[in-house]
């Protein structure tokens, strides 16, 4: 259903856009996060964009390091990072929101992409 990709290693103050590529429902009418998940911490929201391509973001920390798009022709969403930090260091998941605003609740979402590893060295 939800495909993520992009995540790699970097040095700190690099960039990557991560992908995530959705089927099996109508794309274009749902809001769809990003979130992450550190070794030994809880998943949290980072990022999501509405079915009309607002954005909200759930952590202060990446206002202004990353930004997200959508393009609803392709059924994908992207999370353009820069400036990364080790701190930025998980597993980025994306998910589709129940509904077609955002929402930072993991129990507002109801399918998940894999995840894709994302490893920022100091």
């Known amino acids: 259903q939800l495909q993520a990709s992009g995540g790699g290693l970097v040095q700190a103050g690099e960039s990557l856009k991560l992908s995530c590529v959705a089927s099996?429902?109508?794309?274009?009418?749902?809001?769809i996060g990003w979130f992450r998940q550190a070794p030994g911490k809880e998943r949290e929201g980072v990022l999501c964009t509405s079915s009309s391509s607002d954005t909200s973001y759930y952590a202060e920390f990446v206002e202004g390091r990353f930004t997200i798009s959508r393009d609803n022709a392709r059924n994908t969403v992207y999370l353009q990072m820069n400036s990364l930090k080790p701190e930025d260091t998980a597993v980025y998941y994306c998910a589709k929101s129940i509904a077609n605003a955002c929402d930072s609740a993991v129990r507002w979402h109801d399918y998940w992409g894999r995840g894709t590893q994302v490893t920022v060295s100091s």
């Open positions: 099996g429902f109508t794309f274009d009418y749902y809001a």
